[in-house]
């Protein structure tokens, strides 16, 4: 009987603790989500030095054909 009781005073302390824990979580402010990934760029080629880089980082030459160079210095020197 002792045992009995014992047992019993456990499962209820238990019980309790795992009440509390469930209040806890729910009171938990939600973690932020993370932004949404934004759709793969197109990427170019320094007509100078051959850097790949995006197309919306690029300057860009517009000549008879479109030229994408990675910064103003090796857009003044023109392509290698």
């Not at 002792?2 to 402010?29: D, F």
């Not at 932004?35 to 980082?57: K, T």
Request: net charge positive.
């Amino acid at each position: 009987m002792k045992y009995l009781l014992v047992l019993l005073v456990i499962v209820i302390a238990i019980g309790i603790w795992r009440s509390r824990r469930r209040v806890e979580r729910a009171q938990r402010p939600a973690a932020p989500r993370a932004a949404p990934l934004q759709p793969p760029q197109d990427m170019v080629a320094c007509a100078r030095c051959g850097l790949h880089l995006p197309r919306s980082e690029a300057l860009v030459l517009e000549a008879p054909q479109p030229r994408y160079y990675c910064c103003a210095q090796h857009r003044a020197q023109g392509p290698a």
